[in-house]
């Protein structure tokens, strides 16, 4: 049975820092790629960061470049989400999504929350003063 469970949200000022985590457990980080999605009341969810867990290549969105840096642990079958400098507008609720990409050939990240089959529960971000 395939599981992600998200920790590390909270309340942070406004330059601070977080580390989110996913735990994964039913698979092999190798097989996926993993995605971390963020979702602001009233906006639709939308693709912070992924990586290729086989490669290591990585995605950002525009907005968090040089701020956030994805990455994976394979022996603790965990994916990171370090972000640095935050903002208010970082504000959200925030997924870890699996993508099996066995026998698949992807030359792009794969963006849209409905191409990813499997998702946690989320963490909530919030940054305010």
């Known amino acids: 049975q395939l599981q992600l469970v998200e920790s590390g949200g909270g309340l942070v000022q406004p330059g601070g820092s977080l580390r989110l985590s996913c735990a994964v457990s039913?698979?092999?980080?190798?097989?996926?790629?993993i995605g971390w999605f963020r979702q602001a009341p009233g906006n639709e969810r939308e693709a912070v960061s992924c990586?290729?867990?086989?490669?290591?290549?990585?995605y950002y969105i525009e907005s968090v470049m040089g701020r956030f840096t994805i990455s994976r642990d394979a022996a603790k079958n965990t994916v990171y989400l370090q972000m640095n400098v935050l903002k208010p507008e970082d504000t959200g609720h925030y997924y870890c999504?699996?993508?099996?990409?066995?026998?698949?050939?992807?030359?792009?990240?794969?963006?849209?929350?409905?191409?990813?089959?499997?998702w946690g529960q989320g963490t909530q971000v919030t940054v305010s003063s």
């Open positions: 999504a699996a993508k099996d990409i066995r026998g698949r050939f992807l030359p792009n990240f794969p963006l849209r929350p409905s191409e990813y089959e499997n």
């Open positions: 039913g698979f092999t980080l190798d097989y996926y790629i």
């Open positions: 990586i290729k867990s086989s490669t290591g290549a990585t």
